[in-house]
């Protein structure tokens, strides 16, 4: 189970986002991250930034980004 935190700390090309695994479901967690992009619902296939761990919060910065456009991020 993964939730996103909403982005905070906004600039004109990175913001901060995050999560939360609460539970690994019986499987091997072997990272955890965002997928983030400019249409709505964004896969693995878009943009993504992961980091190292199983469960629990993580927090991670989305680069690249261009001022005044909108972003989703998952």
């Known amino acids: 189970v ?5 982005a905070s700390g ?3 090309s990175t913001a901060n986002s995050g999560g ?3 539970s690994d479901g019986a499987s091997t967690i072997t990272e ?11 896969t ?9 761990g199983t ?6 910065t989305l ?3 261009s001022s005044g456009t909108t972003y989703y991020a998952r």
Request: hydrophobic residues 20%.
């Open 2 to 6: 993964n939730q996103t935190t909403a």
């Open 10 to 12: 906004i600039t004109g």
């Open 20 to 22: 939360n695994v609460s």
């Open 32 to 42: 955890r991250g965002v997928a983030y992009s400019t249409s709505p619902s964004p």
């Open 44 to 52: 693995t296939s878009n943009s993504t930034v992961t980091t190292s």
């Open 55 to 60: 469960t629990g919060s993580f927090s991670v």
């Open 63 to 65: 680069t690249g980004l």
